[in-house]
């Protein structure tokens, strides 16, 4: 069993929708919860950090964490074309430059 | 925000020849260094992690030799991979953590080898 699993996808949805993408993990000493936006050839860019369980937004993008359940979401509001791209959820325990790990990738298409 | 810049973005490259990529953190000092490895449509695979003046720690089944890490200071570090094949043909994306910004990444290296 991976550590951190994430449905790779395809999902494509029509402009305006909400999207869901989910990860769970096993190892209950992650700490640290981020998704990171991948655009094709590129490098990943973080769009939302957290460490604890609950909800966090920023503007259209809510991340939430679930620590008992080992389940993390973010979810995309209002989506737009410039929206499509892989997303990638990625988690470390405590403690510095510690090792991230990373899920699958989910490639996300908002069609116009 | 964090300023991370990796050279080359693309390379191609004669079987058994090296190439060496480079990545900077051009406005905080990277204590550690990532090196990760992207194949199409996959996540990121760690290579070896490194730390400023020290030796890089590989991952399980990464050649050391074939990939050379060398983190000499806290705003460069470099990845050379030695006598390539084409099966090293990759995307190859550096990951400094340090100062407030944690984890960032480069842009990315598309590597061909023919």
């Known amino acids: 069993q991976k550590e951190v699993e994430q449905d790779p996808g395809p999902l494509s949805v029509p402009e305006g929708a909400i999207v869901s993408l989910n990860c769970t993990y096993s190892n209950s000493a992650f700490q640290y919860f981020m998704w990171y936006r991948q655009y094709s050839r590129k490098g990943p860019e973080l769009l939302m950090y957290?460490?604890?369980?609950g909800n966090k937004e920023d503007g259209r993008f809510t991340a939430q964490v679930d620590k008992s359940s080992k389940y993390i979401s973010l979810f995309i509001r209002d989506s737009q074309p410039s929206d499509s791209a892989t997303y990638l959820c990625a988690m470390s325990v405590r403690g510095g430059a510690q090792k991230l790990v990373f899920g699958q990738g989910t490639r996300l298409t908002i069609n116009p | 925000g964090a300023v991370v810049s990796q050279h080359p973005s693309r390379v191609i490259c004669k079987s058994g020849t090296s190439v060496k990529i480079e990545c900077r953190s051009l406005d905080f000092q990277a204590t550690t260094m990532f090196w990760y490895r992207q194949f199409p449509k996959k996540s990121l695979m760690l290579m070896a992690t490194s730390n400023e003046g020290s030796k890089a720690t590989y991952e399980q089944g990464v050649e050391k030799d074939k990939f050379l890490i060398n983190h000499a200071s806290l705003t460069l570090s470099t990845l050379t991979v030695t006598s390539a094949h084409p099966e090293d043909s990759s995307f190859y994306i550096c990951?400094?953590?340090?100062?407030?910004?944690?984890?960032?990444f480069g842009s990315g290296t598309r590597l061909t080898v023919v």
């Open positions: 990951s400094p953590y340090g100062g407030n910004y944690g984890y960032t």
């Open positions: 957290t460490y604890s369980s």
